[in-house]
């Protein structure tokens, strides 16, 4: 057999042999996102910017839907002092890609929003960059949202 086909047997080998190692790591890491994620809705919902900011890399960007770009620091003042009056938050639609210490996650965040009629629902589409950090924990590096059509 000659060595490159050899080669690529191997290659396809380790493929089937690590791939249900590599889906429990994805699957893992994206339970652990998720929380993070979670945390961050309620955070949101609650005006805890201190608790945003403990998610958030000191290097941290963001591109806000209206075409804002946020550091660290403007994201924790944007959540501190943001006007609105939610009644819940929450986000849906997971999905996770993993690149070693690095990953990024999509989801959906929807808020019901307390109005001068009543209430109302608003909803995101968002796109952020987590990278695992010496000690294990995750920090988003970057961020991206755009609303939605109600």
């Avoid at 003042?77 to 990024?104: L, R």
């Avoid at 965040?109 to 209430?119: D, E, M």
């Avoid at 909803?123 to 920090?139: E, F, I, P, V, Y």
Wanted: with cysteine.
């Amino acid at each position: 057999m000659n060595s490159r086909l050899r080669f690529g047997l191997l290659c396809l080998l380790s493929i089937v042999l690590l791939s249900p190692v590599l889906r429990a790591q994805d699957a893992a890491v994206l339970k652990e996102l998720s929380r993070l994620e979670d945390v961050w809705a309620t955070a949101i919902m609650k005006k805890d910017g201190a608790a945003v900011g403990r998610l958030l890399s000191p290097r941290f960007l963001s591109m806000s839907d209206d075409g804002r770009v946020l550091d660290q620091a403007m994201m924790i003042q944007d959540v501190n002092a943001d006007k609105e009056t939610y009644t819940s938050t929450g986000n849906t639609g997971y999905k996770v890609q993993v690149f070693g210490d690095t990953a990024i996650i999509v989801g959906v965040f929807a808020a019901v929003v307390k109005t001068a009629a009543g209430s109302e629902t608003r909803r995101w589409a968002w796109t952020d960059t987590w990278m695992k950090q010496a000690d294990g924990q995750w920090l988003c590096i970057a961020s991206q949202s755009a609303r939605l059509a109600k």
